[in-house]
């Protein structure tokens, strides 16, 4: 059974900890891709204000990732991401 080495040693998960998808490092404080950092960095530059549409409890995967952004969001803090 081959243990799984191509995630870095620098403590950097090699999952995007919002969607899953492959993380390119840690960003904000969280392990994630390059698409959920630059979500994140342009809802907190823009000061966006977003809304769930249902109730509050979207699932915010690779394929779903943009279909909610008010628990995309939410997600990238509970995930530990900072706005410094």
Do not use: P
Not at 40 to 47: C, E, L, Y
């Amino acid at each position: 059974e081959a243990l799984n080495m191509n995630a870095a040693d620098n403590g950097v998960s090699s999952l995007c900890a919002i969607c899953g998808d492959r993380a390119t490092g840690k960003h904000y404080g969280a392990s994630s891709c390059d698409g959920c950092k630059g979500f994140f960095r342009r809802s907190i530059r823009k000061s966006h204000v977003y809304t769930c549409r249902f109730n509050r409890q979207c699932v915010v995967d690779k394929d779903k990732r943009n279909q909610c952004r008010y628990c995309r969001l939410k997600k990238c803090f509970r995930a530990g991401m900072k706005k410094e």
